[in-house]
């Protein structure tokens, strides 16, 4: 079981309460440790404008703790080259792996495709956590204000409601375009919204995937 974590600045936003990165940490961690009680060895790569932690996977209890302490330790910073990355991680992890892919997925989806595909032509199981918070969801914002690129890229002053109905078109575009790519590359996809409780999220994974078992 290999965990990526998309530690990029964006993963540092949260409107209510705990932020993508916080949430990613519960998701990632729980699963690391979920893996390990049935035997599975447990990587983790933590990933940003390249992979900035590589803990390779190992079986062991003392490994776990480690996998949690980088888990706990890394912040999120930097652009997101999460493509290249994910290109990377094709090549390099050489044993057949579960990879599970922890991320606001803040990449144009065609993009995507071409990452997932190699994933799967390399043998690999693959799963998706897509966060996102509910205000991107939304867009409810009410007054005039600057929004940051926490990237690094420009901010930008707007008046929300004479933008709100390009941002939502542009929303569903992307969504729909994910949407469509994940089922094209039979990815084990999964959109959250992060007010939402996350062992439910994980029971829905875990349900799911003991079903699709059962069906093969």
Do not use: W
Request: proline share 5%; glycine share 8%.
């Amino acid at each position: 079981c290999c965990l990526v974590l998309d530690t990029s600045g964006s993963m540092d936003f949260g409107s209510d309460g705990a932020t993508k990165m916080e949430y990613a940490r519960r998701i990632a961690g729980t699963l690391g440790y979920l893996a390990a009680q049935q035997g599975d060895a447990v990587g983790l790569f933590c990933v940003a404008d390249g992979v900035i932690q590589n803990v390779p996977p190992r079986r062991n209890p003392a490994h776990l703790v480690h996998v949690f302490d980088v888990l706990d330790k890394t912040l999120p910073d930097g652009r997101t080259r999460l493509v290249p990355v994910l290109h990377e991680l094709a090549e390099t992890i050489e044993q057949r792996a579960l990879i599970v892919i922890v991320s606001d997925l803040f990449v144009e989806p065609e993009q995507l495709r071409g990452c997932f595909e190699h994933l799967r032509f390399r043998k690999h199981d693959v799963a998706a956590f897509h966060l996102l918070d509910p205000r991107e969801l939304g867009f409810d914002f009410y007054r005039p204000m600057r929004f940051l690129d926490m990237e690094g890229g420009p901010s930008l002053f707007a008046e929300p409601t004479e933008i709100a109905d390009r941002y939502h078109k542009a929303l569903e575009l992307y969504l729909d375009g994910i949407r469509r790519i994940v089922l094209e590359s039979a990815i084990d996809y999964h959109r959250v919204s992060i007010d939402e409780d996350y062992e439910k999220v994980l029971m829905r994974f875990l349900v799911g995937r003991t079903r699709a078992r059962g069906v093969r």
